[in-house]
């Protein structure tokens, strides 16, 4: 006959085991939303920069504050920039 501690201390051991991977594999994910969720922002936070100084430009050429044929110089401290922070947790502790 079968020690039942044994057999109960065995499945408890499977469950732990089994439930660490499946966190593990949630962490994993959540990991990997993120990673991906933040090449998107930094994306659009470039792309916004870019529009916006292409608008300043245009915006100059319009009120002829330059020549037509050149393309105005943009101090880059005019063009506002989005800070995309890559230090945050997703889920709570």
């Known amino acids: 006959m079968y020690d039942l501690t044994f057999l ?3 499945r ?3 469950l ?3 439930l660490l991977r499946w966190l593990q ?3 994993d994910k959540w990991e990997k939303i ?3 969720m933040l090449v998107r922002h930094h994306n659009e936070a470039d ?3 870019a529009v916006q100084k292409m608008n300043w430009e245009w915006k100059l050429k319009e009120l002829s504050l330059g020549d037509k044929k050149l393309t105005p110089k ?3 401290l005019h063009v506002p ?3 995309v922070s890559d230090d945050f947790d997703l889920l709570p502790t």
């Open 8 to 10: 109960f201390i065995n």
């Open 12 to 14: 408890r051991t499977e």
């Open 16 to 18: 732990e085991v089994f």
């Open 25 to 27: 594999d949630v962490d």
């Open 34 to 36: 993120k990673e991906h």
């Open 47 to 49: 792309s916004l920069r």
């Open 74 to 76: 943009i101090d880059e």
């Open 81 to 83: 920039e989005v800070h």
